[in-house]
């Protein structure tokens, strides 16, 4: 990936791969998303009953797996963004200083019990 | 974004983000993919009793929460490759080549019925 | 089912079923709760390239994968309702008579629009 | 619940609900599904920070958004099956009959690893 970036390099990729096979007729905003989300449960599943523990520590064919999955969301995730017009990186910066704003350091520093009470008031506003 | 990657750049800013809040504990590979999977969901709300061509052109309010859950989407998915040390522009470069093979263009260009056989094909099992 | 509630009959095999394979240990309510929403997942993948209409006329095989991914959703429900002691029925009744109240006829009937805009205004809610 | 059963009690009061708001237009199974994976996902949201003990005693707080999710799930999950034509119970236990053959006692029997090893058999082409 030599001058131009990642995500654009995909995005591009993409569109001819949908192209080529005429699948913009099925990709829908509203179908890519339920795409999308199918894949984040499948990436769900690799993880699921090992223990938070084993789940750091996958073996070779589970890792393999993973990456697979990881994949797919991330393709998902840049071809609605294509078809929607939205510019991935710029809405992950600004939610990373939405977040920043969220959740303050001083506040939620290392603990556990507050970390969860904060998501359970932050809920509301994350379903927004 | 000048020099460096759009994903790298992510990924730094969530390490630290991660570490000034002590949240490492929480950031296990199974909690990361539970919370993408969550969000993967917020998102597909966005597009829940929409038509599918109202889900192509979403007003103004209903597009800013989509982009945000864009977001969210793909900053648990940086954080979780970061914690498993996953390469996630390689894998996805990897899993468009297998979809290459997978989706050849002579077979299921511009089928709809096709389309959706092939992913049945594909995913024989995932009803059972 | 003769003189016994279905979902008690089904809660009963359930624990019988986890406990002669000493399943016990892998079913956390977290775990469980995972499991319904990867089924969930699975059940939404049957439906995820056809259109609204063809979504209500599945062909024969495809009903049979949506009965068994609808029999998966139900019985981890059941399963993780057990675990954590939680009458379901009496909480879908109470639900009920909460939407009732959440969605009034007078204002919600027979306008698309309305729905939605009342599913925005609601979500802050659903998250809670 | 003196006579009939829950799941068909509970289906008419749904069906009676949507027409009273000339729902039924928005209720496709396609829907529906969508639906009933958004609600999982929230109902997901509730244990995802905790542990795999804490998710087992939830506060009354917590338990309280468990039940109205389990019961969201719950209703979403019947409604698509009137849509359908789906008798929940009976799919339930003929799937109950099939994990019987499928997960022997003999073989799976408390066993993490077989349990893991058998979990990834049985859906070999899920991360494909």
New interface residues.
Partial sequence: ?PDT???ET?RA??EV?AR????E??H????L??????E??????????????E??A?DA???????????????Y?IR??D??G?D??A??????E???VK?P?ER?????RK??EY??YA??????
């Fill in positions: 990936m970036d990642a995500l995909l990729a993409l791969f080529e096979r005429d699948w007729t099925f829908t905003p509203k179908n998303a339920m795409a999308l989300s199918v984040a449960a499948e990436l769900l599943e690799c993880f699921q009953w090992l223990t938070p523990e789940s750091a996958p064919k589970r890792r393999q797996d993973i990456e697979h999955e990881m994949a797919d969301v991330l393709l995730l609605l963004a078809r929607l939205v991935l990186y809405a992950a910066r600004s939610k990373i939405i977040n920043r959740y350091v939620v520093r290392g603990q556990a970390y969860n998501e359970d809920q509301p506003d994350d379903a927004g």
